[in-house]
């Protein structure tokens, strides 16, 4: 069974710092790339940012773009999201995701996450 585990999620203040991470396990092949998507209440569910399986190109949403850093260990099994600069409008659920092709949306992600809370207070 493949499986995708996230952690780290919590609450902080504007401004603040988090680090999600995303444990890979299972049948989810070691070259796929992997990515970071997250959903508010009432909206769609958005991709953050992706990472190809070598580790040596990036995708950003505009929206995160300087302030979250994506990266993988070199055993390409665990996945992290660096969140500097948190605004209230980053709040939201995190999911992170893998697919074949890169960057990971939610139409070609093939394995999904439970999710991780992340709450900015003003």
């Known amino acids: 069974q493949a499986q995708l585990v996230e952690s780290g999620g919590g609450l902080v203040q504007a401004g603040g710092s988090l680090r999600l991470s995303c444990a890979a396990s299972g049948r989810i092949r070691s070259n796929y790339a992997m990515g970071w998507f997250r959903q508010a209440p009432g909206k769609e569910r958005e991709s953050v940012a992706s990472?190809?399986?070598?580790?040596?190109?990036?995708y950003y949403a505009d929206s995160v773009k300087g302030r979250f850093t994506i990266s993988r260990d070199n055993g390409k099994t665990t996945l992290y999201l660096q969140m500097n600069g948190l605004k209230p409008e980053d709040t939201a659920v995190y999911y992170c995701?893998?697919?074949?092709?890169?960057?990971?949306?939610?139409?070609?992600?093939?394995?999904w996450g439970q999710g991780t809370q992340v709450t900015v207070s003003s």
């Open positions: 995701a893998a697919g074949p092709s890169f960057p990971v949306f939610r139409y070609n992600a093939e394995f």
């Open positions: 990472i190809v399986w070598s580790g040596t190109t990036t």
